[in-house]
């Protein structure tokens, strides 16, 4: 059996969020609906049912990257390495693909070019002699 939570006045709910914005600020990690939600003594999916605008206030401050004070890290360099070579990938699985397209295209060519030149030149072809028997 699930208990009864009373609804919280939404400037209460506000206030909270501020005091965790800075509490996540002062000790520099992300805020998290979980985290406003065990505060309130809410439960996640209830936080999240019954605030749903707050709920998403604090997932577009977490897409937010924050800003850091010395160069990339190594996750960083390996996540933009990452990317680059799946830019490669795709662009050389995209030139392979209109390769594939030309040699068909062209093998087509020659076999409708070569029909044409028997046709011209008179010439019975094998395969046509021994397919009317």
Not at 34 to 53: C, E, I, K, S, V
Not at 74 to 90: E, Q
């Amino acid at each position: 059996m699930t208990r009864s939570v009373p609804d919280l006045p939404a400037a209460l709910v506000r206030k909270h969020l501020q005091e965790v914005l800075d509490t996540c600020r002062e000790t520099n990690k992300q805020p998290s609906v979980l985290m406003l939600a065990r505060r309130l003594d809410l439960t996640n999916t209830t936080f999240r049912r019954r605030y749903p605008d707050i709920a998403r206030e604090i997932a577009d401050r977490r897409a937010v990257p924050t800003a850091r004070r010395s160069g990339p890290t190594a996750h960083d360099r390996l996540v933009a390495r990452n990317a680059k070579l799946r830019r490669r990938n795709r662009e050389l699985t995209a030139q392979l693909a209109l390769a594939a397209a030309q040699i068909q295209n062209l093998a087509l060519r020659n076999e409708r070019l070569n029909e044409a030149l028997e046709e011209t030149s008179n010439v019975t072809s094998i395969r046509s002699r021994t397919s009317r028997r």
